[in-house]
């Protein structure tokens, strides 16, 4: 699987978007972007995916850039509820396994 | 919403004891997994079942561990003699298919080995 790269920590104000970068840049064609996130230690949550196209749901929206090198994760409207610890896996097609990473750790502040 | 349930949430066992954890995946999902995170690390993927038997397994799923699906609902992990560094959040998931779908995870099970 491609490997990710994600800043350690992002801090973002109650109300504003966030928004978490991830950097891809040897993806290779079959391979899909997932964003999942943990709050505490809790089991990890999914927040969307996708492979080429910008992605929305009532979660978040991906936005993946054409050479799909890189991806953001937008947060539209964040509340306190959204601090936790980010993941973007790239993950190949017919794996079963996610791979994490160290993720991004978002800290939304009131 | 369907949920994937775990018992117990914390489970304390003494070193060279047997431990089973429990998962109740989504009832419709084919597939089951098993991840754990020791504290402080990264969530690290051990298992992947499907069809009543294991699929893929990771370098620290070794003899000491096993998975079944003793009925239609339940999912275990089974840790046959538990080590200090078994100590971890063990997460079990599910989902519909193996790919392009999502894995639902659990609240997960605390195991402390003393």
């Known amino acids: 699987d491609a490997k990710t790269t994600q800043p350690p920590s992002m801090d973002c104000a109650e109300g504003r978007a966030a928004n978490l970068p991830c950097n891809h840049s040897t993806i290779s064609g079959n391979e899909y972007v997932y964003w999942y996130r943990q709050i505490h230690s809790q089991g990890p949550q999914y927040i969307i995916h996708?492979?080429?196209n910008n992605e929305t749901n009532e979660m978040a929206s991906l936005i993946i850039t054409e050479d799909r090198k890189s991806s953001t994760l937008i947060l539209p409207h964040a509340t306190l509820r959204d601090t936790a610890v980010y993941y973007c896996?790239?993950?190949?097609?017919?794996?079963?396994?996610?791979?994490f990473g160290q993720g991004t750790r978002l800290t939304i502040n009131p | 919403e369907p949920e994937v349930t775990q018992t117990p949430s914390h489970q304390v066992t003494q070193m060279g004891q047997e431990v089973i954890l429990r998962c109740v995946p989504i009832s419709n999902h084919l597939y089951f997994y098993w991840y754990r995170q020791i504290l402080g690390q990264k969530v690290e993927f051990l298992v992947s079942?499907?069809?009543?038997?294991?699929?893929?397994k990771s370098e620290i799923f070794d003899d000491q561990f096993s998975v079944e699906r003793p009925d239609g609902s339940n999912f275990t992990l089974k840790i046959r003699s538990t080590k200090l560094e078994d100590s971890a959040m063990y997460f079990c998931?599910?989902?519909?298919?193996?790919?392009?779908?999502?894995?639902?995870f659990g609240p997960g099970t605390r195991l402390t080995v003393t």
């Open positions: 998931a599910s989902s519909q298919v193996a790919f392009r779908y999502e894995q639902y």
């Open positions: 079942f499907y069809n009543n038997e294991i699929s893929e």
């Open positions: 996708g492979l080429k």
């Open positions: 896996i790239v993950r190949v097609e017919g794996a079963q396994k996610l791979v």
